[in-house]
């Protein structure tokens, strides 16, 4: 099946700095890819839709001047969480959706991010 | 997108079928059900989906009810490797991103 790959897959960082994640579709365009966060034994949250060349849709709750979006190609998506704090410590997800048609969505293998 | 109704866990001996069960009854003509796994610590793997018929691939079988209103997800032969959260989504065809329920948690013993 198609890859969607994601990087770093574990980052730990100093309050107040920023992390940026990247997101990538290895086999396919993906015009839109999807941003997920998730903590401890809860289930996966929508943060954000990318869409490629344009401004992401954010989800209610979801600070767009933290989470900074960019989707400049049909590979690739970043996030960069802005001035981390502990709270913003989390598992994110992002998957992807094949432009060519399939009705699928793949998914990165996750980032833990921890904040001290 | 409808919601779905899914145990919160499950246990299977390995080796034996692990049939997790699925409502969805408010799934409208144009929604799919999808189901996906997460194992602990990674993104989520996509199984198999569908939207009338039933349907197998190398993974697992789907048995959606002629009513549509809920489904199973058979996974023939459990192994170790199994053990995951299963979510179940009803999603409509196009552009729609996924929305992840609480799933159920299945455990599989030696």
């Known amino acids: 099946g198609a890859v969607v790959s994601q990087h770093p897959s574990r980052v730990i960082c100093k309050s107040g700095t920023s992390v940026k994640i990247e997101c990538r579709s290895l086999?396919?365009?993906?015009?839109?890819m999807f941003w997920y966060r998730q903590f401890p034994k809860q289930s996966l949250m929508l943060m954000a839709t990318?869409?490629?060349?344009?401004?992401?849709?954010?989800e209610q709750g979801v600070e767009k001047d933290k989470f900074l979006i960019n989707h400049a190609s049909l590979t690739l998506s970043t996030l960069t969480v802005t001035s981390a704090h502990p709270e913003d410590s989390s598992f994110y997800i992002c998957?992807?959706?094949?432009?060519?048609?399939?009705?699928?969505?793949?998914f990165g293998s996750g980032t833990q991010l921890s904040v001290l | 997108d409808a919601k779905t109704t899914q145990p919160p866990s499950m246990d299977c001996a390995e080796g034996r079928a692990a049939n997790l069960p699925c409502n969805h009854s408010?799934?409208?003509?144009?929604?799919?059900v999808y189901w996906y796994r997460q194992i602990h610590s990674q993104g989520p793997q996509y199984i198999i989906h569908?939207?009338?018929n039933n349907e197998t691939n190398e993974m697992a079988s789907l048995i959606i009810t002629e009513d549509r209103k809920s489904s199973t997800l058979i996974l023939p032969h459990a192994t170790l490797r199994d053990t995951a959260v299963y979510y179940c989504?009803?999603?409509?065809?196009?552009?729609?991103?996924?929305?992840f329920g609480k799933g159920t948690m299945l455990l599989v013993s030696p």
């Open positions: 998957s992807a959706r094949d432009t060519g048609g399939s009705e699928k969505l793949f």
């Open positions: 086999d396919f365009q993906a015009t839109t």
């Open positions: 990318s869409n490629e060349g344009s401004k992401a849709t954010y």
């Open positions: 408010t799934i409208s003509g144009n929604e799919y």
């Open positions: 569908g939207l009338k």
């Open positions: 989504i009803v999603r409509s065809s196009g552009y729609s991103t996924l929305t």
